[in-house]
């Protein structure tokens, strides 16, 4: 019962984007397209679920003073993995996120996630934890993706839906990120509510 | 490169909040008033050109050398925690007044994107050292403009009736999203 509840908190009730508002900067930079948002999502959920598995397990063995930078040393071993795997077998993607691959370092969700509950819980309750927070992630991302990418050229997932030319290119560029996601917040909340 | 392009290119058109995403959440963190806000800018300004140069000397003379691009992030994310400690440290001694001032924002920097990003770019668009420390504190004006931009328009925000769904972030990610589409505009500068 509450592995379950660790691992589905972060899909509404936690939810790291539209809940905590954490992690915005990769958020709003590369969801242009629910292909992208969805690939940010995962490597996210990976670096996630990975950092949260070794900080639970050597969380006894770090002194507390050095914790935070040794989170981010592991973190960030991490992300340099997804860093050359994603150049190695899906260089398109990987071209397309640029930037945001090595900021997923700098990522409040990953850090936040590794000092509130992975320090605390043991190894099983932090994978679900990662998980969950990391699928929810991937969820707020790969939505926005899909809003914005069907608004602004009329496709989903690449797919045509109507033609680009009825698209409103605002949503592609970087306002309509701001305004989708503000729009977007709005409704999660008031179903939250409800 | 001259620099006065890489200068307007930073703060107005290639605008490191607006258009490059970078350093959104002190941006929706910290601009609920102007003061803080402008506090902010002068803690990110001070770490970022000082990170700016620190890693370029990394980059150049220990990873390029021994042929070590692979542990870039690892790095520079290093570097930049630790030096965020050492400037806290070295502020408290020195200058208490400044210290006063910066102190609270200092901890919240090392997970500021923007300041690994800025530094990842410098190295990205080939900048040379002086190139780099012009864009870092490009950037971190145009990083000042934006916060303190929408700092002064989210003061005016609590008093302006709006419906109840949309009270708090979603109305501020809006007006920040209307403010983006204004730095669209200086996209034909550069």
Known sequence: MSQL?????????????????LGMCPTLGVTSSAINGLGMGLATTFVLVMANIVVSMVKNVIPDKVRIPSFIVIIATFVTIVQLLMEGFLPALFESLGLFIPLIVVNCVVLGRAEAFASKNNVVS?????????????????????V?????????FGFSIYPENYGML?????????IVLGYLIAIIKKLNKA | MSYLVIIIAAILANNIIFMQFLGICPFLGVSKKISTAVGMTGAVAFVMVLATIVTYLI??????????GVLQTISFILVIASLVQLVEIV?????PALYQALGVFLPLITTNCAILGVALLTIQYEYNLLEGVVFAFASAIGFG????????????????????????????????GILAMAFMGFTGLV
């Open chain 1, 170 to 178: 605002l949503f592609v560029l970087a306002p309509g990120a701001f």
């Open chain 1, 5 to 21: 509840s660790n691992f589905s908190k972060g899909f509404i009730k936690e939810n790291p984007v539209f809940i905590l508002l």
């Open chain 2, 91 to 95: 502020l408290k001694k020195v200058s």
């Open chain 2, 59 to 68: 980059q150049k003379s220990v990873l390029d050398p021994l042929g070590l």
């Open chain 2, 145 to 176: 403009l934006a916060i303190s931009l929408f700092a002064g328009l989210r003061e005016h925000l609590d008093l302006v009736n709006i419906p109840k769904g949309m009270k708090g972030t979603p109305i501020a990610l809006i007006v920040a």
């Open chain 1, 126 to 146: 932090s994978i679900f934890d990662g998980l969950g927070m990391g699928l929810g992630f991937s969820f707020a991302l790969t939505l926005l993706g899909a």
């Open chain 1, 148 to 156: 914005r990418e069907l608004l602004g050229s009329g496709k989903l």
